[in-house]
């Protein structure tokens, strides 16, 4: 991936697809989410919602240390 200075938002959580959003997709054959994403943009037929919370990814020992003490301590008192 080209990261570009534009690149504010992570893609995190829920997609809600139509069945239709997939016609163009091979079946017998991988394929990258960000081009679905790209031709649904393109066709203004993407819609997301911004959070402001902080994401706390799962995938690390780190990333699980973390969440476990955002989650043990007072919220008020975490930086996120």
Known sequence: MNKTERMLHIDYGLEIFSKKAFDAVPLDEPYD???LFQDLLKKQQLA????RER???VGSFAGISELG????HDKNSVEA
Do not use: I, T
């Open 33 to 35: 989410l960000a081009l």
């Open 48 to 51: 997301a919602h911004s959070v």
């Open 55 to 57: 994401f706390y990814e």
């Open 69 to 72: 003490y955002y989650l043990s």
